[in-house]
């Protein structure tokens, strides 16, 4: 999942039949849940386990790292208590490099190497106008290779947003997507969700310097320009369909149609961008759309 590992590790225990309750967001419930019941019939090679993409906050991380057991160094553990303590947009350059050497000194396994990659973004990122977190897809990618080849090379299946699982660089910068794509070439196959209007549950962009809202909900109107997908999608016979891409460009007007770039529904966490223009074609390989969507 797009979210942070120390996060999910209860939610697998969750679906495992290890523990018999854990915090889920309600967008997600009934998928846990029918995960759970799946596993209950699976032998242990064969059930389904969740993993975060990456780690988001320096807290959970730490409280891992000092529960753990590991032995630290006594400088080593100041400055993770010292760490602990300080709000996460307080934390200034001097702090993060005693704490990256600090992380050095611990076992090297995918959360040391998680929590290494978000010091490193962080440190880019302090004293600048945009997210300190930054840009996160490459190192998303590169922990999907690494959980990927900790698990025997199963097969795996991404939950994150479009513009993320996309295979170009949609952003400027390249998506995770396509180093997928460069490493998995035609194994990689990208589902993307579409919606023509309807409500949808994110975090609201209020002003220019002001902190965004908490989670809720927010409705988008139906898409009324030709120059978006939807506007064409919406005029279907079915209102809601299935797209497999690769058979449609079969046909020449509609591989023109998908391969011409046209804005589309990429809305993320934040309530803005909405749009972006992209080639369906270029981008995924199959669409799921929605004429009308509601949130939990």
């Known amino acids: 999942f797009e979210a942070d590992n120390a996060g999910m590790e209860n939610l697998d225990d969750y679906i495992n039949g290890k523990i018999d309750s ?3 967001s309600p967008n997600y419930k009934a998928l846990f849940e029918w995960l759970r019941i799946y596993n209950k019939n699976m032998t242990a090679e064969n059930r389904v386990h969740l993993f975060g993409l990456e780690l988001r906050e320096f807290t959970p991380a730490i409280d891992k ?6 032995e630290l160094d006594k400088g080593d553990k100041e400055v993770f208590l010292k760490i602990k303590d300080i709000p996460f947009d307080k934390i200034d350059k001097n702090q993060l490099t005693r704490f990256r050497a600090a ?3 611990l076992p090297q396994n995918l959360e040391s ?3 290494v990659q978000l010091i490193d973004n962080y440190y880019k990122f302090i004293g600048k106008k945009r997210s300190k977190i930054g840009v996160r897809d490459a190192f998303m990618a590169e922990n999907a290779l690494a959980i990927k080849a900790a698990t025997n090379d199963k097969k795996m299946i991404i939950w994150a947003h479009n513009g993320h699982v996309a295979k170009t660089s949609l952003y400027n910068e390249p998506a995770m997507g396509e180093y997928l794509q460069n490493t998995f070439k035609e194994r990689y196959y990208v589902i993307a969700t579409d919606m023509n209007k309807g409500n949808v ?3 609201k962009f209020v002003a220019k310097n002001r902190p965004t809202s908490d989670w809720e909900p927010l409705y988008y109107s139906a898409v009324d320009s030709e120059k978006g997908y939807e506007y064409y999608f919406k005029q279907c016979k079915y209102k809601n369909f299935i797209l497999d891409v690769h058979a449609a460009i079969a046909n020449d007007q509609l591989k023109f149609f998908l391969s ?3 804005e589309m529904r990429m809305i993320g966490a934040l309530s803005v961008p909405v ?12 669409i799921v759309y929605f004429d009308e969507t509601n949130s939990l």
């Open 103 to 105: 992380c050095t000194h």
């Open 22 to 24: 854990a915090f889920m």
């Open 260 to 262: 011409d770039p046209k």
């Open 275 to 286: 749009n972006k223009k992209l080639s369906i074609a270029d981008n995924f390989d199959m």
């Open 65 to 70: 790292i000092l529960a753990s057991g590991t």
């Open 113 to 115: 190497k998680m929590l």
């Open 201 to 203: 549950k994110v975090r």
